[in-house]
């Protein structure tokens, strides 16, 4: 089974590689087959390709209509998530949207 | 409040998602942050050994021997900048049109290179003059040509990456376009799927170019004083760039960009997409005033934000670290352990989103009063002489203090620095006051009760699990 490749996105991806070290940490706990990073709004176009599932900032969720045209997942991290860099809570998250893509 | 906050979000949410789905308007901002803030940066650290912190009335000493020296070979100093910050409209010129192609899915290096072609033929007077001489690159200085690719360039820049990119989409959809078989290997198709495009865009550039001269340089045609596409379009559109570099216009920008994080969206983030050019014009303004011994006077620009008012980050929220890490309330303290070092470098999302300041009726007054009044204030001080105006654009991450002290190259940089956190700290006190004993009054009333022991069953989730099947 291939690895699963979750982004979180940010403005530059700074604030966001806070909360990808603590889902990483989620991510070995559980065995998750996932590959987390942190990438920037400019990076987007270019990495929608090798991105299996879009998670994203709050303070960027004015973005979703535009990541959703790269027709993969997208979710926005809940605020208090976000801000304690709950990792398996996010991780929850992005594994539930590949789930809900399955379903479909 | 709480109802007038919900409405803004509702109000806010849509219009920011019209502004960044602008295609143009992502061009833009990526061109920017993508593309040419690596070359800003780096031109920025040459600069520090152009335009040292030293005062420049010190002339005894070492301090004033390193100050002779560096006026004596500043001409020289000058080159690694010139050729890095300094060429930030065809940094800008080729991002726009590289990250417009992205989103049209089209041969996005080739066509950024195209728009860099096409800009640098935008960058030479071309024309017959007075005595019947001829201008080209032999009647021009070369850093008459360099000139117009720095912030006079930004303009033009913009305009000819969108332009090379739209050509392309029409000549396309015409089907103008040398298509060869698909046997032939991608890399040589798209060689020469980009060549009627490129010619037609360097073809008009040209014609463009010459027009432009000829039209309005004055007569008769002089290399010393002929003019460019990027000087005429900067003549039109310079009033945009006075005008932001005014107080009503800073005080706007950060109203706008505290009012969007208010509701929790990224305010510095669409604010630039809007700003950028200006802010930058005003900075490279000032570069050149002082590498000609003169002072610097615009005060609007990038580092005016980050460096002086998003203290800790946007909403000068570095004083409320403090305030959380020796709360009574377990939750606030609890924020203030995980912001602490995010803030030392001006990342404060952990604080927007976890006090939370966002959508917080109580907390949002502070937030936008704060970095407003030190915009004005900074604004003031700057405007009178008494701090130096920002000259040099350090990463948004740098400390504060020394972004302070690098950002304007004066120790009254940092000081203003400590008096902004002084006022932050003001106002940000009675409110995390008033926060701090809600939620300890919440706290009693409620036992805490999450029932989340933060494990993960990973058979809710078959599609990532590792049981082989």
New interface residues.
Partial sequence: MAYKRIALVCSFGLSTSLLVQAMERAATAAQAKVDIFAIGTSELAERAETTDVFLLAPQVRYMRPTVEKYGKPVGVVDGMIYATADGAKALRQALSLFQEEGMQ | MNNLLQWMERML?PA??RI??NRYM?AI??AF??SALPMIIVGSIFLIFVIPPIPASVSDGVLGAINQWLIRYRPILFIPFQFTFGLIAMWVGYGVAY?LS??YKMDASRLGLTSVATLLVFCVPIGITGDGGLLGLEAIHVSQFVENLGAVGLFIAILTGIGVVELNRLLYRYGFIIKLPSSVPGNVAKSFEIMIPAFLSVGIAFLLEWWATASSSPQPLDPATALTMPKVIMAKLGFLVQASDTLPSAVLQIILMMLL?SV???G???VSSVAYPLWQTNLQANIASIGAGQPATHIVSEPFFHMYAHLGGSGATLPLVFMLLWSKSQQLK??GR?SLM?GV?N?N????????I?LNPIMVIPFLTSPSVIVTLNYLVMKMGLVPVPTLQPP??MPVFLGGFLADGSWRGAALQAVDLLIAALIYYPFFKIWEKRLLADAEGVVAQDG?N?????H???????SEK
Avoid: K
Wanted: hydrophobic letters at 40%; a negative charge.
């Fill in positions: 949410l920011t998602v960044v789905e992502q901002r990526n942050i993508g990250h992205q989103y994080w929790g969206i990224h510095m983030n669409v609890s924020v995980v995010p470098f990342i999302e952990p604080i927007t989103f976890g006090v939370p966002a948004l991450t989340d933060g494990t993960i069953d990973l809710h989730y078959p599609s990532c699990g590792t």
